[in-house]
């Protein structure tokens, strides 16, 4: 009996982790070195999220906001979050996003990519 409750319990945790907006996947990745400037940034999570509560920024490497101010969250499918960014020169830039969840629970992260010369 213990353990059918202890199984239970345990199903429980990982389904209400899974209704988070956790980052799941990101365009580009953190960490990875480009030859070009990618048109947007696009994180995925794994549940829907608030358009209302939900912001991507993209930093240079003096912390200046250089995306086109344009954060939103994708209608269709409530688990992507994009910005559009122009033409960029080469550097390391910080990607710094926070989200609320449809579950109400705010999540919150960042992370860097490169641009080549």
Known sequence: MRRVLAVVVLL?????????G??????????SVLKSAPAQVRLTFT?????????VRV??????????????????????LRVSLPALPPGRY???WRVL???????????TFRIAP
């Open 94 to 96: 910080r990607v710094s």
């Open 22 to 31: 956790v980052l799941e996947r990101s365009e580009p990745r953190g960490g």
């Open 101 to 111: 969840s449809v579950d109400s629970h705010v999540t919150q992260g960042d992370f």
């Open 12 to 20: 429980g945790l990982v389904s209400a982790a899974a209704a988070h």
């Open 59 to 80: 930093l240079d490497g003096g912390g200046r906001p250089v995306d086109q101010g344009d954060s939103s969250v994708d209608p269709d499918t409530r688990t992507v």
């Open 47 to 55: 549940g829907a999220i608030e358009p209302a509560y939900s912001r």
